[in-house]
């Protein structure tokens, strides 16, 4: 799956270099972080929507295909700030045999800490 989001990454990368008239990745990178963001937003509410349908009527299809137009301008967002989906990927393994209560009150000990300095 790794292989999938590297060659995505490189889409994404030769795209932001494209014509915004030619590409929607490059249009969104011409329009600004606030339109990308925008994006995420309408995306991640589709999600939930197509979630409460799922619960409903029973059938994937819906949510899997939002939920894959979430990851995809959220990894667009990622390029926009020079970052990418290994950036994410690092966090997720290194909380890896973590129980989500002890990562969370880490996480909270680490912002305390940075506050303060």
Do not use: C
């Not at 970052?83 to 305390?112: C, F, I, Q, Y």
């Amino acid at each position: 799956m790794n292989d999938i989001l590297m060659a995505l990454d490189q889409v994404l990368a030769q795209r932001r270099e494209s014509s915004p008239e030619e590409s929607y990745v490059a249009s969104l990178h011409r329009d600004g972080l606030n339109k990308i963001l925008e994006k995420i937003s309408e995306e991640a509410t589709e999600v939930i929507l197509a979630a409460k349908d799922m619960n409903q009527a029973g059938t994937a299809d819906a949510l899997v295909n939002e939920v894959a137009d979430l990851w995809f301008h959220s990894l667009v967002m990622l390029s926009h700030l020079d970052l990418s989906h290994t950036d994410v990927l690092n966090v997720l393994n290194a909380r890896m045999g973590l129980s989500g209560l002890a990562e969370k009150a880490a996480r909270k000990r680490h912002n305390a800490g940075s506050e303060n300095a």
